[in-house]
């Protein structure tokens, strides 16, 4: 095997991984916008989205350059022999996490809330929200004072929780599986949220093995 195919299976396995991940979340946004975009039918399940289609379709739009450009940013050997991109994909990430982020709680605060959610739901959104565009900050805020690790770990949480969508495929997945029904109510926001504790605390492994 030459050492460009050698260098080539070490890139590729994470950014292929991450982007699997986040596969499902990215098709079923592509489908809500592209059906805001020819007209939909108004259904209570999408009357909010027709209502006000402009914070969904930028939340779309974010989130999905959000985690499909930041899986790319992890091999270590892609960032080192092209530091330029590397420099100019992370512009693009904090602007679109950014607006992720703050269009998910702008989203959580003012649309109406679906039936299958609760109050426990609501205020994990706002937590997780609010600590995905903290750290997208704290990032940007490191990488001036040239701290590298900082910033690294806090591009790395913020990813994380941005790829909350992808592991809660799994996790609300996994109960529709066992139980024949979508989770509700404290279920639902149990399970959403442990979707983002699953890829925080392996983000907070992965820190602490990386810059130990």
């Not at 039936?115 to 426990?120: A, E, F, H, P, R």
């Not at 490191?142 to 770990?153: E, G, L, S, Y």
């Amino acid at each position: 095997m030459s050492v460009t195919a050698v260098r080539a299976s070490r890139v590729w396995p994470v950014p292929t991984a991450l982007i699997a991940l986040s596969l499902v979340p990215v098709i079923a946004g592509a489908v809500r916008v592209t059906e805001l975009s020819v007209g939909a039918e108004v259904t209570p399940e999408n009357a909010r989205f027709v209502e006000s289609p402009v914070p969904i379709v930028l939340h779309i739009v974010g989130a999905t350059l959000f985690c499909v450009v930041g899986a790319f940013q992890f091999p270590t050997g892609l960032r080192r022999r092209s530091l330029g991109w590397h420099r100019a994909a992370g512009r693009v990430l904090v602007l679109c996490g950014l607006t992720a982020a703050l269009s998910g709680l702008w989203m959580t605060v003012f649309y109406p809330h679906p039936s299958m959610d609760g109050v426990l739901m609501t205020a994990f959104r706002l937590v997780f929200g609010s600590a995905m565009a903290l750290s997208i900050v704290a990032a940007v805020l490191a990488v001036r004072r040239r701290d590298i690790r900082r910033h690294r770990a806090w591009m790395l949480r913020g990813y994380a929780i941005g790829l909350g969508a992808g592991t809660q495929v799994l996790t609300l997945g996994g109960w529709a599986v066992a139980f024949g029904q979508q989770p509700v109510g404290v279920a639902r926001a149990l399970l959403s949220a442990l979707a983002w504790v699953v890829n925080l605390a392996f983000v907070e492994w992965l820190i602490r093995r990386r810059f130990r």
